[in-house]
Nanobody, 124 residues
Framework: QVQLVESGGGSVQAGGSLRLSCAAS????????IGWFRQAPGKEREFAAA????????LYADSVKGRFAISRDNAKNTVYLQMNSLKPEDTAVYFC?????????????????WGQGTQVTVSS
């Protein structure tokens, strides 16, 4: 059974940085792609970033491009989301998700497994 556990959320002032972690277990993930999504209060969950586990391809939402960076540590089976220059509008619960079918993308339907989420709050 695939398990994804996020950590690293917290409260930070605008302009600050946080690094989220997504620890993956239960499978060999070399054929998977991993995505980060976020859901702000009262809004729908939206795509933030994704990468193939091999690291050969990454995707970013326009709203985070240039500020967020997705990476992974194969030895730890962990994917990271480095978030810099944070803005109040980045406040949300952040989820990581894993998929294997239909290729890497921003659509939530591509992802089969989801973590429980970690809260990120950015104050102005």
């Amino acid at each position: 059974q695939v398990q994804l556990v996020e950590s690293g959320g917290g409260s930070v002032q605008a302009g600050g940085s946080l690094r989220l972690s997504c620890a993956a277990s239960g499978r060999t993930f070399t054929s998977y792609f991993i995505g980060w999504f976020r859901q702000a209060p009262g809004k729908e969950r939206e795509f933030a970033a994704a990468m193939t586990w091999s690291g050969g391809r990454t995707l970013y939402a326009d709203s985070v491009k240039g500020r967020f960076a997705i990476s992974r540590d194969n030895a730890k089976n962990t994917v990271y989301l480095q978030m810099n220059s944070l803005k109040p509008e980045d406040t949300a619960v952040y989820f990581c998700a894993a998929g294997i079918m239909n290729g890497i993308g921003a659509g939530q339907q591509r992802y089969n497994y989801w973590g429980q989420g970690t809260q990120v709050t950015v104050s102005s």
